[in-house]
């Protein structure tokens, strides 16, 4: 049986193992230009794995791009099929790649925890691992983004509704309306067909209560956001692009008509850019399929980065 002074001597080896596991994960000691797991980074229920790319040169105060897989993909595979990396290595900042812990690998965009502000799930694990970053690596806490393909989108756009002290922008490629996916008490990765297909219609103020009820009370700037979809996506079906234009410009109280429509240089033809205010834009591809192909550049253009 252990005494008390023993059980006191392991609390604060413990205490001091988990300070030197966090100290191990300073910025000076991840490899530059190497895609490096990282661990201990706070509250992490669902122990999503997380990634990070460091590049050569960091730039003072960094941003922080937080880039989440499609379903059935890996931060692997996000990294290895994106330039978010490669353009790090230009711009100097720095990324972080999600991975889901589910079977399918896709992520938890359906859970009452995962959509609310420090509620559980997926999303309170990224979240941490942002603000890991924000307190641990400099930071800048001004440029904290989301970006994220099908599964990553919703993800992205669940860690910008939940979490709008911590993402100040956020690009969905081919996502859903924050909490379209919702099915409580469900596995937190459950498939929701009637959002799938495009089937869930609400007003504008109905999706916009969904992102005020994830953090009750936030008063602070919602993050800026972009969206991204295909005309012929049958795997989250075009009408989830029209419910995310009704949930967005209700959160900004933007009028629902955009205040401009046009194809620009850098999009091929048949993308469409409304702008419907300074924080909001939804580009449509016509007849793109599930996903519309990365812009990258373009991403870093709207966040503010290029």
């Known amino acids: 049986m252990f ?20 100290q191990s994960t300073s910025l000076a000691s991840i490899p530059a230009s190497k895609l490096t ?8 229920p669902n122990n999503v794995q997380m990634f990070v790319y460091k590049p050569a ?3 003072t105060k960094p941003a922080l791009i937080v880039a989440s897989h499609f379903c059935t993909g890996t931060a692997q595979q996000y990294f290895q099929g994106s330039k978010f990396a490669s353009l790090a290595e230009t711009h100097g900042y720095i990324v972080l790649f999600p991975s889901s812990p589910h079977p399918g690998t896709c992520w938890d965009v359906s859970s009452d925890a995962t959509l609310k502000h420090n509620g559980g799930g997926d999303s309170i694990g990224i979240a941490s691992a942002a603000r890991f970053a924000i307190a641990n690596w400099g930071v800048d806490p001004n440029r904290v983004f989301a970006v ?8 992205t756009s669940v860690l910008t509704g939940a979490y709008p002290d911590v993402f100040k922008a956020g690009v969905v490629d081919s996502g859903v309306a924050f909490g379209c996916f919702s099915l409580p ?3 937190g990765d459950t498939w929701n067909e009637q959002c799938a297909s495009g089937q869930l219609i609400l007003t504008g103020q109905q999706w916009a209560q969904r992102v005020f009820n994830a953090f009750p009370g936030f008063t ?16 989250l079906f075009p009408q989830n692009f029209f419910e995310e234009i009704k949930q967005w410009t209700t959160v900004f109280g933007y009028p629902s008509t955009p205040i401009s429509n046009v194809s620009e240089p850098f999009l091929p033809a048949g993308y469409s850019n409304a702008t419907f205010g300074p924080n909001f834009q939804a580009i449509l591809a016509q007849g793109v399929g599930h996903t519309v192909p990365l812009f ?3 991403y870093l253009q709207f966040l503010g980065i290029a």
């Open 3 to 22: 005494s008390l002074r023993s059980l006191l001597g392991l609390t604060v080896l413990f205490l001091l193992g988990q300070l030197a596991l966090a």
């Open 220 to 235: 602070g700037q919602r993050p800026k956001m972009q969206v991204w979809h295909g005309t012929a996506d049958t795997t």
């Open 37 to 44: 797991q990282i661990f201990n980074f706070g509250t992490n």
């Open 57 to 59: 040169k960091v730039a």
């Open 148 to 155: 994220g393909t099908s599964s990553g989108a919703m993800m």
């Open 185 to 187: 008490g469900q596995p």
């Open 296 to 298: 990258e550049q373009q």
